[in-house]
């Protein structure tokens, strides 16, 4: 060959090389620019400061013990309470209609409960501060809007309470461990409450039973559009619809991450929610986290009372915040009471006569994640009485 056509040649393959390289960087630079205009991180709590913007009549004891309230579990994330301020350390929880689940608690059954751990924050964070709760019922119904008054003294001698325990209670869906519960963590998580707590190891029938029609209850609701409609209503997508909101179901909090994350932030929303291929996702979610875990606890109650309900919100709070020290998880699953068809066969296929308030999946965890789930600042759900 001769020499000048090699290095023509030469030129030809550099350029060549060259725009191959030139290609994929500008490729991978657009890809990257266009990844850079996304929404890229799932929005979690710290993202938010914590007791947000305070009300100026509302004292600094006050705003935390409130806040603190506020971490309580909540179906969806609905966070149904609202604060009537009456005067200082005096307060009328009130019951939130608009934040109401018509479409899987059309009785307010679930809104009460979560009330009833959001009172049981309150009470701890209240002691852990120097102050006795006065609660006095209000409400007879479950749609009553002022459910209880409290009153907070200051006190001595008021057994404290670790609020970190409060800061980082959360619920965990993924990844539990299939061992049972050990006799020595049961006997921690029950002390208090043998009679209305009951375990269902992995190794019964029972067991076997609850996975099921809990399978089949998720069913049920994936294809009742009253309920997927109001699912999709609370599932915040994007990081920008979660910092507005507070609430609601985030990526985060239902533990999708990763590529995953990043694709359904930006490119999905409601009208997927209620798409076929959704519904599919959301039945083999709940197939794939029954098939592993230590059992299922069942909570019952009295009866059907605003007390009884109160009172069992209470119970769960109180076991809730003592399961991450034992590395133990408790993912409230729901559906089966939710339903019509499965919770008129829960309490005689089971032979419990008391009523079955809560179905808790629960194991124990090789690693315990950070809470992420959001809330709204004191500010959102506070009001003036008669503002
Ligand atoms: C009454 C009640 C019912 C719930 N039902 C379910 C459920 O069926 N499935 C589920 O994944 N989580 C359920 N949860 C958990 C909530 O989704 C969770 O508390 C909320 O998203 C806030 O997250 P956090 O507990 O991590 O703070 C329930 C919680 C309560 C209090």
Same mark, same amino acid.
């Given at each position: 060959?001769?020499?000048?056509?090699?290095?023509?040649?030469?030129?030809?393959?550099?350029?060549?090389?060259?725009?191959?390289?030139?290609?994929?960087?500008?490729? &991978?630079?657009?890809?990257?620019?266009?990844?850079?205009?996304?929404?890229?991180?799932?929005?979690?709590?710290?993202?938010?400061?914590?007791?947000?913007?305070?009300?100026?009549?509302?004292?600094?004891?006050?705003?935390?013990?409130?806040?603190?309230?506020?971490?309580?579990?909540?179906?969806?994330?609905?966070?149904?309470?609202?604060?009537?301020?009456?005067?200082?350390?005096?307060?009328?929880?009130?019951?939130?209609?608009?934040?109401?689940?018509?479409?899987?608690?059309?009785?307010?059954?679930?809104?009460?409960?979560?009330?009833?751990?959001?009172?049981?924050?309150?009470?701890?964070?209240?002691?852990?501060?120097?102050?006795?709760?006065? &609660?006095?019922?209000?409400?007879?119904?479950?749609?009553?809007?002022?459910?209880?008054?409290?009153?907070?003294?200051?006190?001595?001698?008021?057994?404290?309470?670790?609020?970190?325990?409060?800061?980082?209670?959360?619920?965990?869906?993924?990844?539990?461990?299939?061992?049972?519960?050990?006799?020595?963590?049961?006997?921690?998580?029950?002390?208090?409450?043998?009679?209305?707590?009951?375990?269902?190891?992995?190794?019964?029938?029972?067991?076997?039973?609850?996975?099921?029609?809990?399978?089949?209850?998720?069913?049920?609701?994936?294809?009742?559009?009253?309920?997927?409609?109001?699912?999709?209503?609370?599932?915040?997508?994007?990081?920008?619809?979660?910092?507005?909101?507070?609430?609601?179901?985030?990526?985060?909090?239902?533990?999708?991450?990763?590529?995953?994350?990043?694709?359904?932030?930006?490119?999905?929303?409601?009208?997927?929610?209620?798409?076929?291929?959704?519904?599919?996702?959301?039945?083999?979610?709940?197939?794939?986290?029954?098939?592993?875990?230590?059992?299922?606890?069942?909570?019952?109650?009295?009866?059907?009372?605003?007390?009884?309900?109160?009172?069992?919100?209470?119970?769960?709070?109180?076991?809730?915040?003592?399961?991450?020290?034992?590395?133990?998880?408790?993912?409230?699953?729901?559906?089966?009471?939710?339903?019509?068809?499965?919770?008129?066969?829960?309490?005689?296929?089971?032979?419990?006569?008391?009523?079955?308030? &809560?179905?808790?999946?629960?194991?124990?965890?090789?690693?315990?994640?950070?809470?992420?789930?959001?809330?709204?600042?004191?500010?959102? &759900?506070?009001?003036?009485?008669?503002?």
């Amino acid at each position: 060959m001769h020499g000048n056509n090699v290095v023509v040649l030469y030129i030809q393959i550099l350029n060549r090389k060259n725009f191959f390289a030139f290609a994929g960087m500008s490729l &991978f630079a657009a890809g990257g620019i266009y990844y850079l205009s996304t929404d890229k991180r799932n929005f979690v709590r710290n993202d938010i400061s914590e007791v947000g913007i305070k009300p100026p009549f509302l004292l600094p004891d006050e705003a935390n013990i409130l806040y603190l309230a506020s971490l309580a579990p909540s179906g969806h994330n609905a966070q149904p309470w609202l604060v009537k301020y009456i005067a200082p350390f005096h307060w009328i929880i009130c019951n939130d209609k608009d934040r109401w689940l018509l479409g899987v608690d059309p009785t307010q059954r679930e809104t009460l409960l979560s009330i009833g751990a959001f009172l049981q924050n309150l009470e701890f964070a209240a002691n852990e501060s120097g102050y006795a709760c006065h &609660f006095t019922q209000l409400a007879t119904t479950n749609q009553a809007e002022e459910v209880v008054s409290v009153t907070l003294t200051k006190a001595n001698h008021l057994i404290g309470f670790d609020t970190q325990k409060i800061i980082q209670r959360r619920t965990v869906r993924s990844h539990y461990l299939g061992d049972l519960l050990q006799k020595k963590d049961l006997d921690f998580l029950l002390n208090e409450a043998t009679e209305t707590i009951q375990y269902i190891p992995n190794t019964t029938k029972e067991h076997r039973w609850l996975n099921e029609q809990t399978i089949e209850a998720n069913r049920l609701q994936a294809y009742r559009d009253a309920a997927e409609k109001e699912l999709a209503d609370w599932i915040r997508f994007s990081s920008k619809d979660a910092k507005a909101h507070s609430d609601g179901l985030t990526l985060a909090s239902m533990e999708i991450d990763g590529v995953a994350a990043w694709y359904l932030r930006n490119f999905y929303g409601k009208a997927d929610v209620m798409k076929k291929g959704f519904r599919e996702k959301s039945i083999d979610t709940a197939k794939a986290q029954v098939a592993t875990s230590a059992g299922w606890l069942l909570i019952t109650s009295d009866d059907y009372s605003v007390a009884s309900l109160l009172e069992t919100g209470k119970r769960l709070q109180r076991l809730l915040l003592k399961i991450r020290e034992r590395n133990i998880a408790i993912h409230p699953m729901t559906q089966i009471l939710e339903e019509t068809a499965t919770a008129q066969m829960v309490q005689t296929s089971l032979g419990i006569t008391q009523p079955i308030q &809560f179905i808790l999946r629960v194991g124990y965890l090789a690693y315990y994640p950070e809470p992420v789930s959001l809330r709204r600042p004191v500010d959102k &759900f506070i009001i003036l009485n008669g503002a």
